[in-house]
């Protein structure tokens, strides 16, 4: 038991650190949470190793002028050195010209240790929705994986919704 609740707290600064760096726009700190062979899923697109997931980063939230990342609790799973968790995500976005969107969705997250620290090793949002922060669009209409703790395949495309007006 107590090796989960290590487990659970480190992971759950892992989070912490995923919020901080979003919020700061630090593409070298979001980097650094993942392993280096990580993978970043969202939006249809498939990021590979930590160099292209900072390079990604970077560019996605220099497009915004802040955003604020709101998650709920990990349901999470560990055995020995790699964990797997699904998390609810809300992303608040202020864009430069003052407009401003919402996006929701769940990450669904694998981990590994890695040089002692637990480090994403898969993320993969599925949206379920993006639009005006008064919920006002349609929801996205994605998979159901099922009750914890289904996954999507490794392989899996994400979904993405152009900006609703």
């Not at 190793?49 to 990604?56: D, L, Q």
């Not at 995500?89 to 620290?117: H, L, W």
């Not at 490794?154 to 609703?164: A, H, N, S, Y």
Request: aromatic content about 14%; overall charge negative.
């Amino acid at each position: 038991m107590s090796e989960l609740l290590v487990a659970d707290y480190e992971i759950r600064q892992l989070y912490a650190r995923f919020i901080d760096a979003v919020w700061r726009k630090d593409g070298e700190a979001y980097g650094d949470l993942f392993a280096e062979n990580g993978e970043w899923k969202l939006a249809a697109m498939h990021m590979k190793g930590r160099s292209e997931i900072r390079a990604t980063f970077g560019k996605l939230l220099g497009y915004t002028a802040q955003v604020q990342m709101i998650l709920g609790f990990p349901v999470l799973e560990v055995n020995g050195e790699e964990a797997i968790a699904r998390i609810n995500c809300t992303e608040i976005t202020k864009m430069p010209d003052g407009s401003s969107s919402m996006a929701q969705g769940v990450y669904y997250d694998r981990f590994v240790k890695e040089n002692g620290r637990w480090v994403f090793r898969w993320r993969h949002f599925s949206l379920g929705y993006r639009g005006p922060i008064d919920f006002s669009a349609e929801l996205v209409n994605g998979p159901d994986y099922g009750p914890f703790p289904g996954m999507p395949e490794w392989d899996e495309v994400t979904q993405t919704r152009l900006k609703q007006d």
